[in-house]
């Protein structure tokens, strides 16, 4: 139920205020977004910074069509950042503001220089023609789009000022581009029929003239026939071209309406770029993966070579240990190859069973050692039936139905849905280890699996299996949620031999370890490090493998489950942290001895992605703040310099600036059980302790991995972006508070829903706003709440059961109905669950709608597939149910999802809110009109 949040973005563009600037705006945005792309492909190209914009416009002008224009401010960070074995070179995957898909880059730490190694352009020698078309043909489509979008949202805010404006020349330009299409059409298909009718009258004539011929008689005359057929043809032309004359406007539209489906904008129109990159084991070369084809390039002679070229999806896997191969996947097959020799081996040959055997495994997944000689297999059977026979794929899981309501009739979509009373259907699964082949091998037999686990009904999860870097051992660990059991498993490299459960606990283990236990070895090969929660944070832990022991690494109330690397010599680990700020996470180099820190970024930055080079010199992350967005960084690991940072990406739109109003101010408050509250605040301009402004508080208060709300680099549109206009446009005070409920906060925070959703964030927001309207000049008369996806419940949840504590709320796509929600995360953050019954029910809001007495608006994208929109038409009939009427609205996606998206943007839903916020609690001059 993640709140995927929406891109935010800003506009460099006027208001227009007349039909022919309209009219001009299209070409201005267009030009507007391919300039900058020119730009930053500039900069990227050169090294050097792109110039800085202006400074931040007055409030008075600030608009939302600025704020949240139709081409995003944010850029797309680097991703999958490597450094070579060396620790020379960091190879990443990015591209410029403006550009489409990810390229290939390469720093070098030695030189202090960064090489572009693929682009559109470098790329083109290995695409067709037609490829290379398309992708133009496409961009340009998205280009033109966006700058359309935004034109119209220009145009619409200038209309409502009372401007001069034509709001329906982009359909009447779209309409004539249709008549355009619809008579290039048919004058090809006239054209088409003429010519086949020709071909026939010519056949007729022939045939005619062959039968004469045999019967001894004249052969008969062609030309009447042929004047006939093209009297004909014209006539059926000319009759043709009236109809289509005469085709109205609604036929217009629907023609309209097929064709902007048609031509809709595909992820694969793009070009993509680069996907994946391996570094080989010893030399200062990778392979890296592009549409389908992989290619090496070596830093000593800066060539590139291509490898394999199938046009299926292949992934880069290793290089072979002595690096004169390579390993690499299809959709299951591990394949190898050789540089000097051709043809290709299959190393994990697929499974064979006799035809009695109860379950037939085939593999799922595949782990290498890192030395290249042994292979980890995970491999599931499929489901069967009261009859032994494997069930169907669509007969795995319960599938719900949401409407499609774009066409005439409304249509019904299944999406799988596994909720709280379903029999699992858990595919049973299997290991095997093997010996890696060599080349020419014959196949061995197959040895038996090491580790079976039966599936059925059961919620049963697997890390990924780790091995030791000689490969001499393996490790992984199992949940299995019904138990409430944890298992380290430890195994050698043999075929034959059952791996060793060396741990084992029974319940208190923590619902957010789960998915971020990931053991992986010291390079030593003595210790496995993973990450639990024993003292209520998720932090590493190591097993001796030795001592048979098991000892914290870290001490203290914060954070640390990623480790992301250890010294050559084991003595030291690098993890990302939020040891000195609950708001950021900085990359640290740990002592293993003693468990001492050492910062290695600049503090307040949040570090994402982070990696550090095997010899431990060097790390890297995505990292930034509310004053620098976040850019790739080369950090100094081994003299930890934080000053010294190197910025290697410049990946955002320095328009930004234009509208970046205000900064807002972080502050805590101890609930009323002592617990510290994070949250932040934005102040207008001109503040004063003893205001009495209207005020906005945004809540999303569900667990949610590693993510939280009060964040240093995150600009989410309604927390940061709308607060901050609502606050420089209004003078608002807008706030967004971390309640217990969160992640990255500890298990006391990320366990506070269990079998109490929704109290613990209400008694914090009760807690919150005390806090607010006594330190920050708000009228107690006018505080409104709101929230998304678990906020819409808490914003819900909180009107319901404290309807004197807001003025009004916002409950955008807000799951109500505990028993119908997604299983994998109901179960795990809401209460226990019970197979035969919908228990999870007695956690519903339906019974509590009726509490409402505030204002209250319901926001949800009607093709939602995560939360489903009738969790809000339920909710909805609730109320009125109870005489709510007067009290509720809906605003409604039609074509949205869980992140709206549809026919509503960002911009759409936020205009909304400002005018409810508007009318519900008023402007700074005094309250809302009786």
């Known amino acids: 139920m993640a709140n995927k949040a929406q891109k935010d973005g800003v506009s460099a563009q006027a208001r227009p205020t007349s039909k022919v600037a309209i009219s001009c705006l299209v070409a201005a945005l267009m030009g507007a977004f391919v300039m900058s792309s020119m730009a930053q492909s500039a900069q990227a190209a050169t ?112 209309y409502l000022q009372g401007k001069d404006v034509d709001l329906g020349q982009w359909e009447a330009a779209a309409l004539e581009r249709v008549k355009k299409e ?24 022939a045939m005619a003239a062959l039968e004469a011929k045999r019967a001894g008689k004249p052969v008969p005359a062609a030309a009447a026939a042929s004047a006939a057929s093209a009297a004909s043809t014209a006539s059926s032309a000319e009759k043709a071209d009236k109809a289509e004359k005469e085709k109205e406007l609604w036929e217009l539209r629907d023609e309209l309406k097929k064709s902007l489906a048609k031509n809709k904008l595909k992820p694969t129109d793009l070009y993509p770029g680069v996907t994946q990159v391996v570094w080989a084991n010893q030399k200062d070369e990778l392979i890296f993966q592009y549409r389908g084809s992989l290619f090496r390039w070596s830093a000593a002679d800066g060539k590139l070579q291509p490898l394999v070229a199938t046009q299926r999806d292949l992934r880069i896997v290793a ?43 085939s593999i799922d997944a595949t782990t290498i050692s890192e030395n290249g000689r042994w292979m980890a297999l995970l491999a599931r ?26 066409e005439r009739f409304a249509k019904a979509k299944k999406v ?151 010294t050559p010599d084991s003595k030291s680990m690098f993890v990302t942290a939020n040891k000195d700020d609950f708001a950021a996470m900085n990359v640290y180099r740990v002592n293993l001895a003693d468990g001492s820190m050492q910062a290695l970024g600049q503090a307040g930055d949040y570090h994402r992605g982070a990696v550090v080079s095997r010899d431990g010199q060097w790390a890297a992350a995505n990292a930034g703040q509310w004053t620098a967005r976040p850019e790739l960084k080369l950090l100094k690991a081994d003299k930890p310099a934080p000053e010294a940072a190197k910025v290697l990406t410049d990946s955002h739109d320095k328009a930004w600036a234009q509208v970046d109003a205000l900064r807002p101010e972080r502050f805590t408050f101890k609930n009323r059980h ?51 206009y609502m606050a420089a446009k209004h003078g608002y005070v807008t706030v967004a508070v971390d309640t217990r409920g969160h992640s990255n906060y500890g298990r006391r925070f990320s366990d506070a829903n269990w079998e109490q959703a929704g109290l613990p964030q209400t008694e914090d927001l ?18 409104g709440l709101n929230g998304w996806s678990f906020g819409g419940f808490q914003t819900q949840y909180t009107m319901f059961s404290k309807p004197d504590l807001f003025a009004a709320g916002i409950a955008g796509a807000g799951p109500t109905e505990w028993e119908n929600y997604n299983s994998w995360y109901s179960g795990r953050t809401i209460g226990k669950v019970d197979r035969s019954k919908p228990n999870l029910r007695k956690y519903s809001l339906l019974p509590m709608a009726k509490g409402l007495r505030k204002p209250l608006l319901l926001v949800h994208g009607m093709m939602d597939p995560n939360v489903l929109y009738q969790d809000t038409v339920n909710v909805y009939r609730a109320l009125l149910e109870s005489g709510k009427e007067g009290l509720v609205d809906l605003f409604l996606d039609p074509d949205g999802e869980h992140g709206m998206g549809g026919a509503v ?26």
Not at 54 to 74: D, T
Not at 771 to 781: L, R, S
Not at 918 to 928: A, F, H
Request: no cysteine; charged share 30%.
């Open 47 to 158: 090294g050097a910074p792109v110039a800085q914009t202006a400074s931040a416009q007055s409030a008075s002008s600030l608009s939302l069509e600025q704020l949240f224009r139709a081409e995003s401010y944010r850029g797309e960070n680097a991703k999958d950042a490597k450094f070579s074995r060396s620790g020379r070179y960091l190879a990443y995957l990015w591209n410029p503001f403006g550009e489409p898909g990810t390229d290939l880059y390469v720093h070098d730490t030695k030189t202090g220089k960064t090489q572009r190694l693929s682009s559109r352009a470098l790329m083109a020698a290995f695409d067709a023609p037609e490829d290379l078309a398309r992708f133009d043909k496409k961009l340009a489509q998205k280009r033109s789009e966006l700058a359309e979008r935004q034109a119209k949202e220009e145009a619409q805010a200038a």
């Open 182 to 205: 619809l008579a290039e059409k048919k004058a090809k298909d006239d054209a088409q029929k003429a010519a086949d009718k020709a071909e026939a009258e010519r056949e007729k004539a």
């Open 674 to 724: 002592g617990d510290n509250i994070s949250a932040f605040v934005f102040k207008p301009k001109g503040w004063q302790a003893s205001d009495r402004r209207p005020a906005v508080m945004y809540v999303y208060g569900g667990p949610l991995n590693d993510r939280h709300t009060v964040e240093s680099d995150s600009f989410q549109p309604t927390a940061y972006v709308f607060g901050m």
């Open 381 to 406: 059977a499929p489901l069967t039936g009261p009859d032994g026979k494997a069930l169907p794929a669509d007969a795995e899981g319960r599938k719900v139905e949401i409407m499609d309501y774009a």
């Open 319 to 361: 290089f072979s240990p002595d690096d004169q191969g390579f390993v690499y996947m299809d959709d299951k097959r591990v394949l190898r190859s050789r540089f000097a020799e051709a043809g290709v081996q299959v190393l994990n040959r697929e499974l064979i069973h006799p035809d009695d055997a109860d379950k037939k495994y």
């Open 416 to 566: 799988d849905r596994e909720v709280s009373d379903d029999k699992r259907k858990q595919k049973p699964l299997a290991i095997y280890i093997r010996q890696v082949p060599t080349a020419g091998e014959a196949p061995r037999k197959q040895a038996e699996a090491v580790f079976t686990q039966a599936g059925g009904d059961g919620w049963f999860e697997i890390s990924p299996i780790a091995w030791a870097r000689d490969g001499s051992r393996y490790a992984f660990t199992t949940w299995e949620r019904e138990k409430e059991l944890f298992r380290l498993y430890v195994g050698r490299a043999d075929e034959s031999a059952k791996p060793e459960m060396v741990l084992e606990r029974r319940g208190d283990v923590g619902h957010e370890v789960v998915n971020v236990v990931d053991p992986e070895f010291t390079p030593d090969g003595k210790q496995i490090v993973m990450s639990l929660d024993d003292a209520g944070y998720r932090q590493p832990y190591a097993w001796d493998i030795a001592a048979r022991s098991l000892r914290p690494l870290l001490k203290g109330d914060f954070e640390a489950h990623n480790v992301i690397g250890f």
């Open 766 to 783: 009760e807690d919150a706003y005390k806090y607010v309207t006594a330190n920050f000049g708000v009228d107690p008369a006018r505080v």
């Open 905 to 930: 943007k960002a911009v759409g839903w936020h205009r909304k809110y400002e005018a409810f916020w508007l009318q519900k609690l008023g402007t700074v001059q005094g309250p809302v009109a009786k």
